[in-house]
């Protein structure tokens, strides 16, 4: 049966939430909203960061998840051993596509192996704090790195390992530095506290150790950048061009060197707001470093990134060369715009992705054309969806509570504010929304539908209702959508695909988008339940 042209977003959200049960159903309608935007860009509420009930199928990761794998993870010269079963370690490895470019091959570079203790039952029962010691004098004695992180996964927690006495203990021993993190699987709702964690630990252990960062006029920062399928490369190479000194990134192609050196910088740009921000708050209370949110992905978005950090500066040469930069991208950018235009025109998109992409690459689509009609965030908070002005109004359950909140203040040698209040107050006026996030439902067009940490049932009925010309999801769902005749683009680790960020990513993504849109494949896809009368797979309870 063919879509409705302009499925009702009211009778939708009726339709998903009447197979749930009473209770579950009233939760779930909170996190299912249709998107209006009212005057100061008012959106409605939206209930997000809690927990998933038990029984649903949810897309989202672990703590560990976030802290290991996403925000340590990209790091090339720390050893990052996970204390675990051999899963966390083997799992959380690589799979997102973080992409790393050690300067030479002399450069210490990890990331091509995965370090864990192996967590056996024998540790499980008689503890594995030995095990960790030796996994880390071990590590040491191969590679001679200038870091080990150790992660604590579900088990370890379970059993009470001090990961932390056992780091310290270590560092003393090695006299390199050793930190580890509890960031247990389920320590949090999501891999959002993960992302907490991580944010704590760098800045309680390794933000700060050097004062040496490298010189330049123009030095900023980049948080929540992680390099998959080499968009940092992209980002680099446009802030080179344009005479910006990049002094750290957190944490694509990065280095414990640029973690350490971080509060160097004269400005902080903010790409992921949801896995970074705490770093770049805790930055700027310390050190005095401003920070601002940018957003590499998009062609208008590059630009406006590249002019928002040559306002910051205020330099008229500065302000020339990202001119010259951007005219110089724009051409390729524009052709390739026209020509896939043609084909997407009026296609439509969901996107269900992690805690900033769902809410970046609308701004892709929408460059060529296409229209999204659904879009949600796995684990973001409220201030991602609604804009951080509605921070003060975030009420603050048990869970986030078990997370640690740093009391960070001045340094007392150190804190030296960039700019003034004032100087802050006219860049605002400029358009630099200083520590300012809008958030992605005011980015919306009414009667969209926005889905926190959607459900499998839910994925499948609005691709059925939609049916839209692509799916972006990760890879656990990415089989399950192409089954229903739709193609799936992971925007985790973008398939084989990337860079997706700066001017030439996008030219990538458009004409990725349009083979994947165009492809008639999808819909000559029968899933076998439909071409066959017998049952293709059979099962029986086995208790009765
Ligand atoms: Fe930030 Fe990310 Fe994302 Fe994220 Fe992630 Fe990721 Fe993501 Mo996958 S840090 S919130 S925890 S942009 S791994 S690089 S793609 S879910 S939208």
Redesign the pocket.
């Known amino acids: 049966m063919p879509a409705p042209e302009k499925p009702d977003p009211a009778a939708v959200k009726a339709q998903l939430l009447k197979v749930y049960p009473p209770k579950l159903a009233r939760k779930r309608s909170e996190q299912i909203v249709i998107n209006t935007v009212g005057q100061d860009e008012a959106v409605p509420e939206i209930k997000a960061n809690v927990r998933t009930t038990p029984g649903i199928i949810t897309q989202r990761g672990c703590t560990y998840a976030?802290c290991k794998g996403?925000v340590l993870g990209p790091t090339r010269d720390i050893v990052n051993i996970t204390h675990g079963p051999i899963g966390c370690g083997f799992y959380s490895w690589l799979t997102?596509r973080n992409q790393t470019r050690p300067p030479t091959s002399e450069d210490d570079n990890f990331m091509p192996y995965c370090f864990s203790t192996d967590m056996q039952d024998e540790q499980i029962i008689f503890g594995g704090e030995k095990k960790l010691r030796a996994a880390i004098q071990e590590a040491f004695d191969l590679f001679h790195p200038k870091a080990i992180a150790v992660f604590a996964t579900c088990p370890v927690g379970l059993i009470g390992d001090d990961v932390h006495a056992v780091t310290r203990d270590m560092k003393e021993k090695l006299g390199i530095n050793v930190f580890g993190f509890s960031c247990e699987g389920y320590r949090g709702v999501s891999?959002s506290a993960g992302?907490h964690i991580a944010n704590n630990g760098l800045f309680k252990h390794v933000i700060g150790r050097n004062d040496e960062g490298p010189a330049g006029r123009f030095k900023v920062g980049m948080l929540?950048e992680?390099n998959?399928g080499g968009d940092a490369f992209v980002i680099e190479d446009l802030l080179t061009r344009c005479g910006i000194t990049l002094v750290s990134t957190f944490s694509g192609n990065s280095t414990i060197d640029a973690f350490e050196w971080a509060h160097t910088a004269d400005l902080n740009c903010v790409m992921?707001h949801?896995?970074i921000n705490y770093v770049a708050d805790m930055l700027e209370k310390r050190f005095g470093i401003p920070w601002i949110k940018v957003n590499f992905v998009g062609v208008s978005a590059t630009a406006k990134a590249l002019r928002k950090i040559a306002t910051y500066f205020g330099d008229a040469d500065l302000a020339s060369r990202v001119e010259a930069v951007i005219a110089e991208e724009m051409p390729a950018v524009l052709a390739a715009q026209a020509e896939v235009r043609a084909r997407c025109e009026g296609k439509t998109a969901m996107l269900f992705?992690?805690?900033?992409?769902a809410h970046h690459y609308q701004e892709l689509f929408a460059e060529i054309g296409m229209k999204t009609v659904a879009a949600g965030y796995?684990f973001a908070h409220r201030d991602d969806y609604e804009g951080r002005k509605v921070l003060p109004d975030i009420t603050i359950d048990a869970d986030s509570r078990n997370i640690e909140e740093l009391k960070v203040g001045p340094d007392e040698t150190r804190y030296a504010p960039r700019r003034t209040a004032e100087e802050l107050l006219k860049l605002d006026a400029n358009g630099l929304e200083v520590r300012g996030y809008r958030g992605m439902m005011p980015e919306m067009p009414p009667e969209t539908l926005v889905v926190d940490d959607i459900s499998h049932w839910e994925t499948e009925e609005l691709i059925r209702v939609y049916k839209p010309a692509v799916f972006c999801a990760?890879i656990k769902e990415k089989y399950a959508v192409q089954k229903m005749g739709v193609p799936c683009k992971q925007?985790?680790s973008y398939d084989y695909g990337g860079p997706y960020a700066g001017f030439k990513g996008a030219i990538n993504f458009y004409h990725d988008i349009d083979e994947m849109v165009g492809a008639k494949a999808w819909s000559y896809l029968r899933p076998p339940w439909e071409t066959s009368a017998q049952p293709t797979l059979e099962a029986e309870f086995v208790r009765k």
């Not at 992705?353 to 992409?357: C, F, L, M």
């Open positions: 976030g996403v997102r891999q992302h929540g992680y998959i992921c949801r896995s992705v992690g805690g900033s992409r796995e990760g925007l985790h």
